[in-house]
């Protein structure tokens, strides 16, 4: 007879981890299995800017999963240069720091297993039935955790249509560093390049909207090579160059379809302005294990919802402000760009990447009246 788990989580990501650590904190008894493709440490393209926030999810202590706190920000627009310096940013090399997190939820009591890789969820009984290359599992709930490159959320008709961000990422190793962050606009006319530090190298990279009907890395491997030669980099080489698409929030979408949910970039838990999904999936998977957890307790499925209606109310309302911006700044980025580089705007950005404030302390709809001026007008 196929063993009955509590809870199945697939994707061993921020989300996945964050979801799976919370739920054995919250009941220490509850039957957990977390299962991914890949085999751990794991590369996942990314610039590693993590906001200092994260540790409000997770109750240990995260240091030993940080490679550096960087606290210079500098956006350029227009070759002008506008420093930020109160808000810390934590950098991170993804392997180390999705490994260190997936090493907390092992000692939980979390079952692991890698390389096994999810094919299908078959939904028709009361408890979902998870298909995989090793065999079948089922559970009370399944989470879907895959990120944005997962095909299970869209086999099932469960995939939220979220606006796609085409981003390359490409690993510089070196000892030269000034050590600051850079997101520059003057590269890309849809999106914006960055040079995240590290302590061994520059996470250098670029993104760009794809629109329409337009596929694929929209030129950017290109527009990278452009940007990187500012800091000494005169070729791509092609083992440090990964693309990879980000999936923004686009809006409320259903998160939870009976017992199955959606956490993470899956569900389109990025920040629409700034791509930043990090802290959002993290968020995710704490407000799911709440969620589920009750769910457990009670024998109460329905109750699955809430995770809906919690998104909205902790991530997605926030998120709609960040849209508005993002719409306008794509839709005429020449004009509108100013109004969100001043020194006043870069720091309020950098107050709500850091977690010491949301959107909408941050902005009004003064504001956002001039933002939609600018970019008709
Ligand atoms: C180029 C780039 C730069 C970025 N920079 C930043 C940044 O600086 N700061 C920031 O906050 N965010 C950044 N992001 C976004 C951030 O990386 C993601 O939003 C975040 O990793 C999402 O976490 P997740 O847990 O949802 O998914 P992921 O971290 O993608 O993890 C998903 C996991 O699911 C597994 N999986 C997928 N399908 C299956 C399956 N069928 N069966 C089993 N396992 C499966 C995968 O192997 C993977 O380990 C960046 C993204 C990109 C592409």
Redesign the pocket.
Known sequence: MTKLYDLII????????SCAYNIKRLNPGARVLL????EFP?Y????????PEVANYLDFDLKPAIDSVCDTVVMVANGQEITADKYPLWMVR?EKF?NYLLSKVKDKGVEFKHS????DIITTNETPTVI?SIGEFQAKIVII????????AKKLGYAAKNTILA???YEHYTAESDGKLYIDFDYNDSGYA?N?PKSDGL?L?I?GFVKGKEKGKVGLPHKLLNYTKQFSVNELDKKNL?G????LYSGRQKLVHNRVML?????G???PLT???????IK??FLAAKVINYALAKNDFKSLVNYDLAFHKEIGSDFYYARIMSYFLNKNLKRVLPMLTSARAVNAFMSVFSGKSTYHEKINWRRIGKLIWKSIF
């Open positions: 697939i994707g061993a990501g921020p989300s996945g981890t299962l991914d493709k890949a794991r996942k393209p990314c610039g590693g800017g993590v906001s993804r999705d096994v890789e999810v094919q995989t955790a895959e990120g944005g490159r997962g095909k299970l981003a390359m990422e960055w995240f996470s990279g993104g990964h990879h698409p980000i999936l956490i993470g970039e899956i569900a838990c990025v920040d791509a930043e999904g990090i802290r959002p999936a995710s998977g």
